[in-house]
């Protein structure tokens, strides 16, 4: 796959978040990606609370995803930003129906 934002993006829809049971994509915490071709991926990112317990293993799924869908070689970095703070409206509009959330 070549990178650009929008193939990172969608190969982040494969990482899921455990304990919500949905994608960090959809859940709005990936804040914004970077890509310098022929370089690297930069992925900033957020949690749902600073005392996530699954941080690691997340973290850790980000870069197994990323290594497998960019070309060998390719740099990842994952950075976790807590501002500006995560909240529900970051969601998607398909998460936020799923959890109930959505306006009515």
Do not use: K
Request: proline content about 8%; hydrophobic content about 45%; aromatic content about 6%.
């Amino acid at each position: 796959m070549e990178a650009d934002e929008d193939s990172v993006r969608e190969a982040l829809r494969a990482v899921l978040d455990p304990e919500a049971g949905m994608n960090i994509v959809d859940l709005g915490l990936v804040y914004e990606v970077q890509v310098t071709p022929g370089s690297g991926v930069l992925v900033r990112m957020t949690m749902t609370s600073a005392a996530c317990p699954m941080l690691e293993s997340i973290v850790d799924d980000v870069h197994n995803t990323l290594e497998a869908a960019l070309p060998s070689g390719t740099a990842i970095e994952v950075e976790i930003v807590w501002d500006p703070p995560w909240t529900p409206e970051r969601m998607s509009g398909f998460a936020r129906e799923h959890f109930g959330w959505a306006p009515r």
